[in-house]
């Protein structure tokens, strides 16, 4: 009597008489489909958790975008006026030489729009008053 299944001499599976009736094989087809079930289980949680956790991660950048993008250009531009503000500073102190340089751009900027946008209002205005004559040539080429 054999106490397990054994490969006989040909190769096959000799069932021992306790397998006889196939009790035991529904029993081990039973928690092979059970382990099976639960590897799935585990694998369809580990996928939702991905996938939360993504649409978090995504749901934290939307809500960073801006205030990111307003800490990136003060360092862009804080990093780009360090040399003007050091060599500000061997003739002030920091606080007064920062303020300086400060001013000095903002006052650079606004000259140049000062010179830039009245003679771009006055450009639309003119493209205004001459819009259906432009038009009219607009229509004759097409």
């Known amino acids: 009597m054999l106490p397990t299944d054994a490969p006989s001499r040909d190769g096959l599976l000799v069932k021992s008489p306790a397998k006889m009736d196939g009790r035991d094989d529904m029993a081990d087809d039973q928690r092979a489909l059970n382990a099976h079930l639960s590897a799935m289980a585990r694998a369809a949680v580990i996928v939702a958790s991905a996938m939360a956790l993504a649409l978090g991660l995504l749901a934290v950048v939307w809500l960073l975008a801006r205030p990111l993008a307003l800490l990136f ?15 500000m500073e061997r003739r002030s102190p920091r606080p007064l030489a920062i303020l ?6 903002v006052l650079v900027f606004g000259v140049v729009l000062w010179r830039v946008v009245p003679p771009l209002g006055a450009q ?3 493209i205004a008053a001459n819009m259906p004559e432009l038009a009219g040539e607009a229509e004759t080429l097409v």
Do not use: F, M
Request: glycine share 4%.
């Open 73 to 87: 250009a003060a360092v862009v531009i804080a990093s780009a006026l360090a040399p003007a503000a050091e060599w």
């Open 100 to 105: 300086a340089t400060y001013a000095a751009v």
């Open 124 to 126: 639309a205005g003119q």
